[in-house]
């Protein structure tokens, strides 16, 4: 049975020889040739801290910090770069954890589960079945009527777009 992720299809959409390589031969970037910085490791990095805050109660920032130090242990030739990365990280969490508590908005939700792959099987044209996986950031319930709601994460390079949001 076939079985995608949202970002496997986009990237199939956005380039199928990429989508192939990746996907379907599975081969990838030796990874002392990988890069070490970037907007999407960044944002995983920064899911990595706050699933520690809000599903283990370790400290966001800390959790962070940690992460890029094993990261620069890995690729002390990438230090300054990811020294600088991590600056910017550690000031995104930290600044929005000091707004969720001004704002308060964890004060009506329990945490439930944190980074939860969810699949869900759909019937292609053709009639073959396929399922689509995907994770889950958090999983919340609100204590004022019940309800389980879904937080996803958001991280960006710049703020230019955030209109878009």
Same mark, same amino acid.
């Given at each position: 049975?076939?079985k $995608?992720?949202? %970002?496997?299809l986009?990237?199939f959409?956005r ?13 990838? =970037?030796?990874p002392?040739?990988a890069s ?11 899911? &990595? ?7 283990y109660?370790i400290n966001?920032?800390?959790a /962070?910090?940690? =992460?890029?130090?094993l990261e620069?242990?890995k690729r002390?030739?990438?230090e ?7 600056d910017?990280?550690?000031?995104? =969490?930290g600044?929005?954890?000091q707004w969720a508590?001004?704002?308060?908005i964890?004060?009506?939700y329990e =945490?439930?589960? &944190? ?5 869900v099987p759909?019937l292609? &044209?053709?009639g073959?079945?396929a399922?689509v %996986?995907?994770? /889950?950031?958090q999983? $919340? ?7 389980i /709601? $879904?937080r996803d994460w958001k991280? $960006?390079? &710049?703020l230019?777009k955030a209109d878009?949001?």
């Open positions: 049975m076939l $995608v992720s949202p %970002s496997e986009a990237k959409r380039c199928r020889r990429q989508w192939a390589l990746t996907y379907y031969h599975r081969w990838g =970037v030796a002392e040739f070490a910085t970037g907007v999407a490791l960044m944002g995983t990095r920064i899911h &990595t801290a706050l699933e520690a805050h809000y599903g109660g966001a920032v800390d /962070l910090n940690k =992460v890029y130090e620069m242990d002390p030739d990438r300054d770069d990811l020294a600088g990365e991590r910017t990280a550690v000031i995104m =969490v600044g929005y954890l508590a001004e704002n308060r964890d004060e009506d =945490v439930v589960a &944190t980074e939860r792959t969810l699949e759909i292609l &044209t053709n073959e079945m399922i %996986s995907g994770k /889950l950031d999983i $919340v319930r609100r204590r004022s009527d019940g309800a /709601l $879904v991280t $960006v390079g &710049t230019h878009m949001i």
